[in-house]
């Protein structure tokens, strides 16, 4: 099995900053692309922002030029500047993680942190 586990949300005012942070543990042999999604009261789960293993980064447009997301073995971040209230949603760590050689990948989410742009 594997665990992964958002931290870094908060209250942040308009044009304020957040890193997210999300750590991967337990059966793990590799990830492929790792992504932050997010979803907003009465909206669908979005994505954020992605970046693979080899480090070809998408975002979405929406968050271009705001948000940065990076990478290392087992864990993603995403850093968030001049946050606007309509960032604010609950953000999800998702990994694409591979428990052996000989298995494909499998998705694995975490339960989420809260991002709230508020003054």
Do not use: H
């Not at 692309?33 to 669908?44: D, I, V």
Request: aromatic share 10%; glycine share 10%; proline share 3%.
């Amino acid at each position: 099995q594997v665990q992964l586990v958002e931290s870094g949300g908060g209250l942040v005012q308009p044009g304020g900053s957040l890193r997210l942070s999300c750590a991967a543990s337990g059966s793990i042999f590799s990830i492929n692309t790792m992504a932050w999604y997010r979803q907003a009261p009465g909206k669908l789960r979005e994505l954020v922002a992605a970046v693979t293993s080899g480090g070809i980064r998408n975002y979405a447009d929406s968050v271009k030029g705001r948000f940065t997301i990076s990478r290392d073995n087992v864990a993603v971040y995403l850093q968030m500047i001049s946050l606007k209230p309509e960032d604010t949603a609950v953000y999800y760590c998702n990994a694409e993680v591979r428990s052996s050689a000989f298995r494909g990948s499998i998705d694995y989410w975490g339960r989420g942190t809260q991002v709230t742009v508020s003054s």
